[in-house]
């Protein structure tokens, strides 16, 4: 089955006039699961990636899943005061306002090859603050991958000089 067939969408999610495309089939059907991560793996075998960082929440889902697969460290980026030890922070802008995210400081070594993964691939905001983090603390961002890209959103211009791959394009 093509990896589309396992997305729903949701008309007038999380308010009216926006076409939610909700992941929760993919992820309660272990064949979906499965066929999604070797798709997102794929890509990834000449990088040499040292760590998978998902972003907060449902980019937790694939990261920890990619990062086994990998045989890496997995490293979480998370919404304001959630992580315990010290972090450094990024801002970004989102519809109205905007939000913030945090990483451990000793998440990443100087040097460090990383693999961002997040579900969606939207405005860009969220992925240009990740990218952000984790230069800041001297990793090298091989590839940023999503389950699927919102591309009439143009989020790509956000990061423009990263490599992107997304297993959906929509
Ligand atoms: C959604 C989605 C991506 C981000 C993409 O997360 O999971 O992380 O938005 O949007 P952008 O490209 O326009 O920045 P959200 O902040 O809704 O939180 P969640 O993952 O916890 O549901
Ligand atoms: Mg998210």
Same mark, same amino acid.
């Given at each position: 089955?093509?990896?589309?067939? =396992?997305? &729903?969408?949701?008309?007038?999610?999380?308010?009216? #006039?926006? @076409?939610?495309?909700?992941?929760?089939? *993919?992820?309660?059907?272990?064949?979906? $699961?499965?066929?999604?991560?070797?798709?997102?793996?794929?890509?990834?075998? !000449?990088?040499?990636?040292?760590?998978?960082? #998902?972003?907060?929440?449902?980019?937790?889902?694939?990261? $920890?899943?990619?990062?086994?697969? @990998?045989?890496?460290?997995?490293?979480?980026?998370?919404?304001?005061?959630?992580?315990? =030890?010290?972090?450094?922070?990024?801002? =970004?802008?989102?519809?109205?306002?905007?939000? $913030? @995210?945090?990483?451990?400081?000793?998440?990443?070594?100087? +040097?460090? &090859?990383?693999?961002?993964?997040?579900?969606? *691939?939207?405005? #860009? +905001?969220?992925?240009?603050?990740?990218?952000?983090?984790?230069?800041?603390?001297?990793?090298?961002?091989?590839?940023?991958?999503?389950?699927?890209? @919102?591309?009439?959103? !143009?989020? &790509?211009?956000?990061?423009?000089?990263?490599?992107?791959?997304?297993?959906?394009? =929509?």
């Amino acid at each position: 089955m093509f990896l589309e067939n =396992y997305i &729903r969408d949701i008309q007038g999610f999380p308010k009216e #006039g926006i @076409l939610f495309k909700d992941i929760t089939p *993919l992820l309660i059907d272990p064949k979906g $699961t499965q066929e999604c991560l070797k798709t997102l793996v794929s890509t990834l075998k !000449n990088l040499n990636i040292d760590k998978v960082i #998902g972003v907060e929440s449902r980019g937790f889902f694939f990261g $920890t899943l990619i990062a086994q697969e @990998l045989n890496v460290g997995f490293v979480p980026v998370r919404k304001p005061k959630k992580l315990p =030890y010290e972090t450094i922070f990024a801002t =970004y802008d989102i519809e109205y306002g905007t939000d $913030t @995210l945090e990483i451990h400081i000793d998440a990443i070594k100087k +040097g460090d &090859r990383i693999l961002i993964h997040d579900d969606v *691939l939207a405005t #860009g +905001g969220t992925i240009k603050a990740v990218c952000e983090l984790v230069e800041r603390l001297g990793g090298e961002v091989m590839q940023c991958n999503f389950i699927m890209e @919102l591309s009439f959103l !143009n989020g &790509r211009e956000k990061i423009k000089d990263k490599p992107i791959f997304a297993a959906i394009t =929509y």
